[in-house]
């Protein structure tokens, strides 16, 4: 029943307006790259990286919570998450130019820093103060810095391979002892995805102000990735669920409990955003309070303002509403609207970092962010349609959901019942 | 193909919330005796004893202090907040696993709350009222403690409102009422049902003025399922507003140690990890007790075992946070905080600390451990001393030792702040008898609806 065999002509249609995007991003941004230079190529497309690498990390994380709660609306966009995570292996390849060109343009902790990066004289006093034990290396040490990329993107791979060919696997046999196995590779799983993206954080966007340090940072990430990744979700399954196989199972519930969540993650964001800033300006301390005055300038200014009103009163006060979260279009446009603004919140916490207060920021340095956005995302989601199409969109032989929906072995169980679900 | 593998029901059955073959009757009975009919269980007053001493213990040491004064404790500068607060911070975090039970868990529609929602409110309220009592005799002069409420003067004397200690102030008491309507809102359709039974006049005349003329009509059900859900509500942000207000009063301040930005999060789940364990504490021998095992099932004590764990991950990862960005700020302070905590003159605490908190809930991960009452009652007690010593790391190790070495003193609690600890545990214990001895301390209405539901449900939820 759950079986498909032909492409979802939407999502095809979604991949073709992707890759052009995608190639018009990459041209516009080489194009304006000649002009700017190539310091401004990398800073957009650190920017770009963080974004995108963070949604594909984001599926991960939700899968695994996914794996761990199993909710009935869970299984609806476990295929998606289990796409956006198979994406890793794209954005590993993605961070090899950062890796091995990029950094001297982005980190002014790196030895031989390219472009005038403010603060320079800080941070190599900061690097020389940051002696690891036992290694006795710097911990800002461009090959160090290499390895620990390695590693992080070794366990989320890692993890997604496990749990894509646990589902693939499942799908094939029918093996039911798979799911005890999904629940133990997430449980660890979570743990050591929540670790090493606060060490990827800090080592990809806090270096890039190396006199700054904040606690919260990693938790700012994985709270924003989870976030992204509903937005997406919604988006993906407005698209498939008219279809074979969502359209004999999918409910209005189920979008109304991915709304609620998105509602709880926009309150999350808030509050880890707000107590960061709240702690940070009351300690007014010089080496913390700088990073906050960075985006306090012109451009920026105006960016902070949007974020309050666009990323938290707006979408918490429209996402309150039941009927929003029950309509499909209503939150369907919620979900556009947070991802542009998990765009303008990525950007706000790395742009800055190269333009303090706003300062050299223009319009051509704009369009390169934008373009750098694009030109990435439409490969990403190029590539997400793909994975996306390669396995059947719902789980075939999945007990936990097959239960839940009374179909497959439980349909005659599930017919007395059906009325008395909530 | 998936016909000739086992199903996943044989692999993993389902653990049903509720045991033993109930009906609304037998349900209804079950929790009721234990108020108006059974004779109580020795053990009952076993405890009450050394509870009452405890209250003793309290007033005897509230005497002391108010005859005498602050100074009978060890609180002297640089340690100005010494047990009094730690103390404060323990007691209003347990709290917040009662709320977090009864709101979010309803908001989530989680149905395992239903046995413990009721219980876990009431050691909700009676651990911020000795929360409570912390900052006001901390003051110093009690009898003025109303000073901080800002209300038109003859004085013109307004409470410092960026201070986050004028925000506990708010918080405390927002968070204090509206536990205590959610929980007796809880109670209304209980007390009718124990004025419908009860046999003694007086007891009947009690009930009937606390079930407020509930007679179950469909209008009073509608009114009442509104209310609730509207309280759960309001209290849902309470379960993080609170802690997070207490946490600010440490971390908008520049102490090293105490100024962290992963404060809010990690104090909230600190607050749920102690909470759950004195829940634990509480329940494991209630069901013992009162023989409660149908309905406060290993399901729920599993559960609530595995809340546990992942607050104390969190709680975890916060410690290593900590440590970690002292030595990555570079920052002289920072990372003289980091040395002085592990290995100064407090580095039993840290050390304890980190033993309690970070290493003994991770045996949670064993279901095996998880389906052992015995070594979950261990595990909470080690956790909710582990809680204490983290509070006491924070504000001790970190005060002992700020900016100005010539001001540097070390700090310990004296017998008064013993007793006075003692006292509001006994207090607590106190509370919590009186309350299962005279009030239903399980929802049983709510029961009935988890009954019915299943009905419907079968085996699957």
Request: glycine share 8%; aromatic share 16%; proline share 5%.
């Amino acid at each position: 029943m759950l079986q498909h065999t032909e492409q979802n002509p939407r999502l095809l249609a979604l991949q073709r307006k992707a890759l052009i995007v995608g190639v018009a991003g990459i041209a516009v941004l080489l194009g304006t790259s000649l002009m700017a230079g190539i310091d401004n190529f990398f800073q957009s497309y650190l920017y770009a990286f963080i974004f995108w690498n963070g949604l594909a990390l984001g599926c991960l994380s939700a899968l695994m919570l996914h794996h761990m709660v199993a909710g009935r609306w869970g299984f609806m966009i476990q295929r998606i998450l289990e796409a956006g995570a198979r994406n890793l292996l794209f954005t590993a390849v993605l961070i090899l130019p950062i890796l091995f060109v990029g950094m001297k343009y982005l980190y002014p902790w790196v030895p031989e820093p390219f472009a005038e990066l403010h603060g320079i004289a800080a941070a190599k006093h900061k690097a020389e103060g940051l002696m690891v034990p036992v290694l006795n290396i710097s911990w800002y040490n461009q090959w160090f810095f290499m390895v620990r990329a390695a590693i992080y993107f070794a366990v989320w791979i890692f993890l997604m391979l496990r749990l894509t060919g646990l589902s693939h696997k499942l799908d094939q046999t029918g093996d039911q002892t798979i799911i005890g196995r999904f629940r133990t590779t997430s449980a660890q799983g979570l743990v050591m995805y929540v670790i090493t993206m606060t060490f990827a954080a800090c080592d990809w966007g806090m270096s890039l102000e190396p006199e700054w340090f904040s606690t919260i940072y990693g938790p700012l990430y994985i709270v924003g990735q989870g976030l992204g990744t509903l937005a997406l979700s919604v988006i993906i399954l407005n698209k498939i669920a008219d279809d074979k196989p969502h359209a004999p199972v999918i409910k209005t519930d189920y979008f109304h409990h991915i709304g609620s969540l998105m509602t709880g993650f926009v309150v999350l964001w808030t509050y880890i955003q707000f107590s960061q800033f709240l702690i940070t300006y009351s300690g007014n301390l010089p080496e913390e309070i700088p990073w906050y005055i960075h985006r306090q300038g012109n451009f920026f200014a105006i960016i902070s303002v949007l974020l309050m009103i666009f990323h938290f009163f707006l979408p918490l006060f429209i996402l309150l509403q039941r009927r929003v979260k029950r309509a499909r279009r209503g939150l369907l446009l919620m979900a556009k609207w947070i991802l542009i603004a998990r765009f303008t919140d990525v950007f706000w916490i790395i742009v800055p970092a190269f333009h303090p207060n706003g300062e050299g920021y223009g319009p051509v340095a704009f369009i390169m962010s934008v373009a750098a956005l694009a030109g990435v995302g439409g490969f990403w989601v190029f590539m997400f349609v793909r994975n996306l199409n390669k396995y059947p969109l719902l789980p075939l032989n999945d007990d936990r959901m097959n239960e839940s929906l009374g179909i497959g072995p439980f349909a005659a169980h599930h017919q007395e019942a059906a009325e008395h679900v909530v | 193909m998936a016909d000739i593998t086992r199903r996943l029901n044989d692999i993993d059955p389902p653990v049903p919330l509720l045991e033993g073959g109930h009906d609304y009757e037998t349900l209804t009975d079950r929790i009721s005796e234990i108020v108006d009919t059974k004779p109580h269980p020795k053990l009952w007053l076993i405890l009450f004893l050394p509870a009452s001493l405890g209250v003793m213990l309290l007033l005897i040491a509230l005497t002391k202090l108010f005859v005498v004064g602050v100074g009978i404790w060890g609180i002297r500068i640089p340690v100005g907040w010494g047990w009094d607060i730690i103390n404060f911070v323990w007691w209003i975090g347990i709290g917040h696993a009662g709320t977090l039970i009864s709101a979010i868990l309803l908001l989530f529609m989680q149905d395992w709350r239903t046995s413990i929602n009721r219980f876990a409110e009431a050691m909700t309220l009676f651990a911020v009222m000795c929360a409570g009592m912390y900052p006001i005799i901390h003051m110093g002069r009690p009898w003025v403690a109303y000073f901080i409420l800002p209300y038109p003067n003859s004085m013109a004397l307004w409470p410092q409102f960026r201070s986050p200690l004028a925000w506990d102030v708010f918080a405390i008491s927002t968070y204090f009422s509206v536990s205590l309507l959610f929980w007796y809102t809880g109670l209304v359709p209980d007390f009718a049902t124990m004025r419908d039974r009860a046999k003694n006049k007086f007891a009947r005349y009690v009930f009937a003025i606390a079930s407020l003329g509930w007679r179950g009509s469909a209008r009073h059900w509608s009114r009442y399922e509104m209310a609730y859900l509207l309280l759960a509500g309001l209290s849902t942000p309470l379960v993080v507003s609170v802690h997070s207000i207490i946490s600010f009063d440490f971390a908008v301040g520049i102490i090293p140690g105490w100024h962290t930005t992963i404060f809010p999060p990690y104090f909230v789940a600190g607050a749920v990890y102690a909470g759950f364990a004195m829940v634990l504490i509480l329940a494991i021998p209630i069901r013992h007790l009162y023989n409660l095992k149908d309905i406060i099932t290993m399901k729920h004590i599993d559960l609530m075992a595995i809340v546990m764990l992942v607050t104390g991950l969190v709680v975890f990862y916060g410690y290593i946070m900590e440590a970690f960005f002292a030595w990555y700020s570079n920052s002289f302070w920072e990372r003289a905080m980091l040395v002085h905590r592990s290995m100064g003159y407090y580095a039993w605490s840290y050390w304890a600390l980190i033993f309690c908190n970070g290493l003994v809930p991770q045996f949670l991960w064993f279901k095996k451990v998880r389906q052992s009452t015995f070594w979950l009652f261990v595990i909470s007690i080690i956790v909710s001393i582990g809680m204490w010593l983290e509070r006491y790391v924070i504000i001790v190790t970190s005060l002992a030792r700020d900016f100005l070495p010539t001001a540097w003193g070390n700090y310990h609690g004296t017998k008064w702040d013993v007793m006075t600890f003692i006292g509001t545990i006994g207090f607590f214990t106190f509370m919590f008898l009186l309350f299962v001895r005279f009030i239903p301390m399980i929802s049983s209405f709510e029961l009935k609806m988890l009954l019915e539901k299943n009905k419907h449900k079968g085996q699957a939820h």
